[in-house]
C-alpha cells in the first residue's frame, strides 16, 4: 500500500514537472486525474471551438483554456447548471468557484449556465461547429444519449470527442458502443475516460 502511494506521488510530481502549464489544473479539486488532465490538454492542442459539457469547477475548462493560450486563440464554450446535481457532496452553487478557478484563462472561457440540451442553438449560434466535445455531464443512457443527440450534427469532420467516466457508467459505455463507435475513425482510452475522431460528419 505504500509503495502503491509513493509511486503515485512520484508519477504525480514528474506530470506536474513535465506540464508546468497545467499547474493551474492540477491544483483544482477534480473527479479527473492527473493523466486525464494531460490528455485533455493534448488532445485540445489544435482545436479552436471547444465544448465540454459538466464543467463542476473549472479543473477540464483549465485544461483546455491552457490549450487555447498556448495557441494564442480559441474558444472554451462550458455549459453547466453548476447546481452540482448528481454529485456525491450533494447539490450546491459551484458557480462562484468555476469562475474563480478558471480566471486565468477568462479570456477564452464562455459559460453557458443551462442544461446542455436545452442551449444548443445557442452554442451553435456562437461557436458554429465545434473542434472538440467532451462529455461529463449526465452520465445515464438517456442523459448521455441526448446530449450526444442534440450535439453531433455539429461536429466537423476530424472532430474529437471525448467521454469522461466511460469506466464505470454504463449509460457511457452504451452510448459510446451503440452510437459514437460508428463515427470515429479511431480511438484510445484511459481506463476512465474514451476518445474518439469523427469520420464524417456525425449523423
Not at 449526465?138 to 461536429?155: C, E, P, T
Request: charged residues 20%; aromatic residues 10%.
Amino acid at each position: 500500500m505504500m509503495i502503491g502511494k509513493l509511486l503515485e506521488a512520484l508519477r504525480g510530481g514528474m506530470l506536474r514537472l513535465h506540464h508546468p502549464d497545467l499547474a493551474v489544473a492540477f491544483a483544482i479539486p477534480s473527479h479527473l486525474t492527473m493523466r486525464e488532465r494531460v490528455a485533455l490538454r493534448r488532445l485540445a492542442g489544435s482545436c479552436r471551438q471547444v465544448l465540454e459539457i459538466g464543467s463542476y469547477v473549472g479543473a477540464s475548462a483549465c485544461c483546455f483554456g491552457a490549450a487555447a493560450k498556448a495557441a494564442g486563440a480559441g474558444r472554451v464554450i462550458c455549459v453547466d447548471t453548476w447546481k452540482n446535481e448528481g454529485m456525491s457532496e450533494g447539490s450546491r452553487d459551484t458557480y462562484s468557484e468555476f469562475v474563480a478557478n478558471t480566471k486565468s484563462y477568462a479570456e477564452f472561457i464562455v459559460p453557458i449556465r443551462g442544461r446542455s440540451v436545452a442551449v444548443v442553438d445557442q452554442v451553435q449560434g456562437m461557436a458554429g461547429d465545434l473542434d472538440l466535445l467532451f462529455f461529463d455531464g449526465d452520465h445515464s443512457y438517456v442523459g448521455v444519449k441526448a446530449d450526444w443527440d442534440a450535439y453531433r450534427h455539429i461536429l466537423k469532420p476530424g472532430a474529437i470527442v471525448i467521454f469522461h467516466d466511460w469506466g464505470w457508467a454504463e449509460g457511457v459505455k452504451r452510448v459510446v458502443a451503440e452510437n459514437v463507435m460508428p463515427q470515429v475513425t479511431s480511438f484510445d482510452s484511459l481506463p476512465n475516460m474514451w476518445w474518439g475522431t469523427i469520420g464524417v460528419a456525425a449523423c
